[in-house]
């Protein structure tokens, strides 16, 4: 009986991790959150003399960092805290709208989300080292909507 029970519990874990997989989506509130995010990065979208990255956190009681840069080339400094679950950032125009391997690596270094707002998408990497897009990004009426 305990043979059993410890296999019907290791399907149900690999059940649920398939689920998640390609299944991320983002609360209302990180929707919002977004909005600012994106207005903020907006010209390091389509200017390529404007490279800086803009960031905020999501911490796990459900309360947001202040948009920040570190205003360097290509580079941004986040504070993680021990109760953050998610970093939420951008890459400017002539960056891959992917999480880069040094995204990867804080994601799971740290076990937070990381995602990367670009002009066109959101993608996320996540703690286990999966990489993968949320969706696609437009501006309407000045909210973010992610499809
Ligand atoms: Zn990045």
């Given at each position: 009986m305990k043979h059993l029970f410890a296999v019907l519990l290791l399907l149900g874990t690999a059940c649920a991790q398939e689920q998640v997989a390609g299944a991320t989506q983002i609360s209302p509130d990180e929707l919002a959150h977004l909005a600012p995010l994106y207005h903020a990065a907006a010209v390091s979208f389509v200017a390529?003399?404007?490279q800086t990255e803009y960031s905020f956190t999501e911490q796990a009681d459900g309360s947001f960092s202040k948009i920040s840069s570190s205003n360097e080339h290509w580079h941004n400094r986040v504070t993680l805290y021990n109760n953050t679950v998610a970093i939420f950032h951008t890459h400017p125009?002539?960056?891959?709208p992917r999480p880069s391997q040094d995204d990867i690596d804080v994601a799971k270094k740290n076990h937070v989300l990381n995602y990367v707002l670009s002009i066109y998408a959101l993608w996320v990497a996540e703690p286990d080292g999966t990489v993968e897009k949320v969706g696609n990004v437009e501006i309407k009426h000045g909210k973010v909507v992610i499809e």
């Open positions: 390529t003399d404007f125009k002539d960056c891959s």
